[in-house]
């Protein structure tokens, strides 16, 4: 297929894109390269035959309905938006602006786009979310497809808008649509503002290692190779107008996660003292939800599909990756926000 990646300089959507090449599929990578974007993460596939690069914001009508046009895709995977959720509590517009303004738009162009096609059966809109839609869970329980919505941050709340608008426009308009929300993701090439990474700089550093307030807040941790791949999974098989929650199936409290860092830190580049003594608890977040959890029941049985990586290979992978890659970590420091703590209530 020739696919459409919104947002394939980010995090996420550079893994998608280079998946989806080595796969043998063609991608168009759509990308307005703000703060979070970096084309370093799909220089490996750049010079690839099925590979097409184009700056353009999701939020311009024009732009996108020229990028449709031209490359005439046969799906759309939309990935682009702002995640992180520190920055959507000081600047909640531009996360209104992009998340849902922004998928409004690219919504309507798939739908001219498609139209003016004649409604091709086989075209897919895939919309990428998250499970922190959900809102938060207590000690038991985990989201389904059909749990409720009930988002706590400026940044949930942005991307429950943007599932709500893709499901509009295919009980509306009939656009073919499928979504997926996934957990939390980490691997190689996150930018250093997401927990992991930054563990890891604080860590090398010699710094402070933050945790927002007892480090008991729990995540379902997915490496985002297992994710790239169940995309293209739903992208292919999903039925119309389904949804797939994507996790990890790997529960962890925030402050085992770090501590687990720490002790690879401890192997692969050890330091005069234990990384651990680094640690430090820090004012908590706003609103910080306590536990995501996914049943990915449907999934796993429907598609077959099952992560890979367990904690225990996965981050020791991502721990290995940053450490070869330091020139790459560094280039992101100087970038907005980077190592400040963000998303302070005032």
Not at 37 to 49: E, G, I, K, T
Not at 76 to 100: K, Q, Y
């Amino acid at each position: 297929m020739k696919l459409l990646v919104t947002g394939g300089a980010g995090f996420i959507g550079s893994a998608v894109v280079r998946r989806a090449i080595a796969q043998g599929h063609s991608v168009v990578n759509v990308d307005s390269l703000t703060y979070a974007a970096c084309l370093d993460n799909v220089a490996s596939v750049s010079d690839a035959p099925g590979y097409a690069f184009e700056q353009a914001d999701i939020r311009d009508a024009e732009a996108m309905a020229l990028v449709l046009r031209t490359h005439k895709p046969d799906a759309i995977m939309h990935l682009a938006a702002e995640s992180h959720v520190d920055r959507s509590i000081d600047g909640p517009a531009a996360f209104v602006e992009t998340n849902v303004t922004g998928t409004y738009v690219l919504l309507e162009a798939a739908r001219a786009y498609w139209t003016e096609a004649g409604k091709p059966t086989d075209f897919r809109f895939h919309h990428i979310s998250t499970d922190e839609v959900f809102g938060s869970l207590g000690e038991t329980g985990f989201f389904t497809e059909e749990s409720p919505y009930k988002p706590n941050s400026p940044y949930s709340a942005s991307k429950a808008s943007s599932d709500h608008l893709v499901r509009a426009w295919q009980e509306t308009y009939g656009l073919p649509v499928v979504l997926t929300n996934c957990s939390n993701n980490y691997g190689p090439y996150q930018f250093p503002e997401k927990l992991i990474p930054v563990v890891i700089l604080k860590a090398l550093s010699g710094q402070p290692i933050p945790i927002y307030g007892k480090g008991d807040n729990i995540r379902d941790w997915l490496h985002v190779e297992d994710h790239a791949e169940a995309l293209l999974l739903v992208l292919e098989k999903a039925t119309l107008g389904s949804s797939y929650n994507i996790g990890g199936e790997n529960e962890m409290t925030n402050l085992d996660l770090v501590k687990m860092l720490c002790g690879i830190l401890d192997r692969l580049r050890p330091a005069e003292t234990p990384y651990a003594e680094q640690i430090t608890f820090v004012t908590d977040r706003p609103g910080h939800d306590q536990r995501y959890a996914i049943d990915p029941t449907r999934i796993v049985e429907d598609l077959g599909w099952r992560p890979k990586h367990t904690p225990e290979t996965g981050l020791e992978q991502t721990v290995q990756w940053y450490l070869d890659n330091e020139a790459w970590l560094k280039a992101l420091l100087a970038r907005d926000g980077v190592g400040e703590r963000l998303g302070v209530d005032k």
